[in-house]
């Protein structure tokens, strides 16, 4: 237990190679126009995501230039954090083929393997103790940073049991993160799945064009593919299947107006902001509650299509898991015609309309999209029957997607719940242990 773990500061704990503490390269030896194509990858607070794994777009320097930062070079298991901007967040390393380098504004730790298992020094720090570490000597004036950031980390204590337990408790914590990082990954999988389907019959007409050259579609029934036409005309949109129509997006779609006021909300109403939705990905992985909010909100139901009309080049646009209220800065989306639903949400997932709404947008700093902008994309809209088809043939795909994010939520919410309580000693690893095997069995 807690009583035979000793006291460390992070000082103690470092390796004894030279820059295991570490600043990024001051922004005059990184400059944007240093950045290539390809080659080493600049980890920035933007890659920081909810669980260990880096995420999100990489900008990348030239080995040549990497090699110029000398300490700023990362090595599989080093600690990074933010010490301007996102303060309180952590990340670690990969051990993978590819190449890190610190951006200007990230600090690392190299851990001393004999005294610290680094994965559970990240654990430390995703508790609330370690984050409470890492924001108390931060100011939030302007951009939030913190003065002398090295002195600040080197400073942090923290209690450590021995090597070998600290390697079990973070296995078991990072057993539930593995679990997380799976379900998520079938998500994009399942997500990719439902993509390639719209973009064959919707985009590339590839049933149309099999028929027009004489053969049957691939993966497809006889009945089906006779719903399709075996020719193409021409449009204001090109070539388009015999038949079909261009026409607005508004006309199968439309957003729900609905709205809640403070005063009626209930503390265990599921609440979505836009700093909850992840951007280029349908499902979501985080959510709050109406507890705490002061302004009118807007209602959504189950299946229902989020979009977030503020900044829309964000991409953020997912299926709702359940029924709850979000920001007005969402737009709650539906299909008129629940056969129209497939194609209606893919159309509003696409890279295309995203570039469109993003045209359209307004106001310098906050540039949002309206509802009639959106709503004015022109699209192609088969007959009903087609597009109740392919809704039929997807929906199992947005249930098992639904289903991970329920699914990975209760993980998350098992290992918040047991990160604090382990990483402290309070509770017992072979109790943790029992308590994943009951959710997990």
Known sequence: MSSD?????????????????AIGPFGSRMKSDCYVESGVRVVRGTNLSEGPTLSGEFVFISPEKAAELGGANLDPSDLVFP????????????????????????????????????????????????????????????????????????????????IAEQKRISAALGSLDNRITLLRETNQTLEAIAQALFKSWFVDFDPVRAKSEGRMPEGMDEATAALFPDSFEMS??????????????GEIGEISTQKIHPGEFRSEIKYVGLEHMPRKCLSLSEWGSSAGLESSKAVFKKGSVLFGKLRPYFHKVVIAPFDGICSTDILV???????????????????????????????????????????????????????????????????????????SKTLQELRDSLLPRLISGQLRLPDAEAEIEALTA
Request: proline share 7%; with cysteine.
């Open 83 to 162: 010490h301007r901007g996102a303060i309180g967040e952590v990340g670690i390393i990969p051990d993978d083929d590819e190449k890190y380098v610190l951006s200007s504004s990230l600090m690392k730790l190299k851990c001393d393997l004999l005294k610290a298992d680094p994965k559970f020094i990240y654990y430390f720090f995703k508790s609330s103790v370690g984050r409470f570490e890492l924001l108390k000597n931060s100011s939030q004036v302007g951009t939030p940073g913190i003065g002398q950031p090295l002195t600040s980390l080197k400073s942090i204590r923290l209690r450590l049991p021995d």
């Open 5 to 21: 773990w000793s006291e460390y500061c992070i000082d103690d704990i470092k390796a004894k190679s030279p820059s295991s503490i």
């Open 333 to 407: 989306c539906q299909p008129k015609n629940p056969g129209n639903g497939g194609i209606f949400c893919l159309h509003l997932f696409s890279d295309e309309l995203i570039n469109f709404a993003d045209r359209l947008s307004n106001g310098a700093k906050m540039p949002r999209v309206s509802w009639a902008d959106v709503a004015s994309y022109k699209i192609v809209i088969p007959p009903i029957d087609i597009s109740t088809v392919f809704s039929k043939l997807i929906q199992p795909l947005f249930d098992a997607i639904l289903g991970n994010v329920h699914r």
């Open 236 to 249: 204001e949109l090109g070539e388009i299947p015999r038949g079909w129509q261009v026409g607005d997006i």
